[in-house]
């Protein structure tokens, strides 16, 4: 797993694999999207703003 943050964009990428086939992304909620390959697993997740997502507990 790789993980990527863009601060100009505020977006953390969680990668999973060293796959570089085409994705497709879905959203979950607002602020999570996931990537999903040709063969519908999970390539990817991407969180934004990543300290104000809907899956993180509250602090």
Same mark, same amino acid.
């Given at each position: 797993m790789?993980? +990527?943050? %863009?601060?100009? +964009? %505020?977006? &953390?990428?969680?990668?999973? *694999? %060293? +796959?570089?086939?085409?994705?497709?992304?879905?959203? &979950?909620?607002?602020?999570v999207?996931?990537?999903? %390959?040709?063969? *519908?697993?999970?390539?990817?997740?991407?969180?934004?703003?990543? &300290?104000?997502?809907s899956? &993180?507990?509250? +602090?």
């Amino acid at each position: 797993m790789r993980i +990527s943050y %863009d601060s100009k +964009s %505020d977006i &953390l990428y969680l990668k999973f *694999g %060293d +796959s570089n086939h085409q994705t497709a992304s879905q959203n &979950l909620t607002d602020d999570v999207a996931i990537d999903v %390959d040709e063969k *519908g697993k999970i390539a990817g997740i991407e969180l934004f703003p990543p &300290l104000n997502t809907s899956i &993180l507990p509250p +602090s």
